[in-house]
């Protein structure tokens, strides 16, 4: 089935694209606002988009017609922000974070998280999440009622436990146990189920042909 995306409302072309593109990763973004007070809030409208320079994207939406979301407020203004990563044990906190509070409540607090000082932004990241990317604004584009944010990667963090050998940057990723966002409510997706398919060399599959 065709599905005209000119023809059906906002909240059904949400529904598809939710449905289908799975699964997304999720940027958990801790931001500060201009009197210091944190915010912390889940996105999986997020990916790498760019190795040189290092590029990531966050698609944030709005609480209603003229009211951004507090995290897209806060890039704004102070142009500073860190991505943290959200493994399964820290899937309940994420979720609490994920509640619209009202402006200038503390979601860390309220999800009983605790924080480190990130090295080259203001915004710490989450002490419990395996990794965090410290990041400030490269652009922000608008997109009708929603925003994507353009982060330029300053600094990253990667629990030592799952480093298998730094100088060559090699992590050990399934140890991450991160999660992804699925379809629906409240549905998730674990990235422990693997499998692997070599890349094929050129020269390679036309010896087969």
């Known amino acids: 089935m065709l599905f005209d995306l000119a023809s059906i409302t906002p909240k059904e072309r949400y529904k598809l694209l939710v449905s289908t593109i799975t699964p997304r990763p999720i940027a958990w973004v801790v931001t500060q606002n201009v009197d210091g007070v944190l915010n912390a ?27 951004a979301k507090d995290t897209r407020v806060n890039i704004r203004e102070t142009k500073q922000f860190v991505i943290n990563l959200v493994s399964y044990e820290n899937a309940k906190a994420m979720n609490v974070t994920a509640i ?7 979601e860390l607090a309220q999800s009983g998280l605790t924080t480190h000082p990130s090295t080259h932004v203001k915004p710490p990241r989450i002490a419990e999440s395996p990794v965090a990317l410290e990041c400030e604004l490269m652009q922000m584009i608008d997109l009708g009622k929603s925003g994507l944010v353009l982060g330029r990667v300053l600094a990253m963090y990667v629990r ?38 070599p890349r094929i060399p050129l020269d390679e599959w036309e010896n087969r042909r």
């Not at 940057?169 to 499998?195: E, N, Q, V």
């Open 41 to 67: 809030a889940p996105f999986s409208f997020f990916n790498a988009f760019s190795a040189d320079p290092p590029v990531v994207g966050i698609g944030i939406g709005s609480h209603g017609p003229g009211r």
């Open 100 to 106: 619209e509070f009202n402006y200038g409540v503390n």
């Open 160 to 197: 030592d436990d799952a480093i298998l050998d730094a100088a060559k940057c090699y992590i050990d990723t399934p140890k991450l146990d991160l999660i992804g966002r699925m379809h629906g409510t409240g549905w998730y997706a674990r990235t422990s189920d693997l499998f692997q398919i």
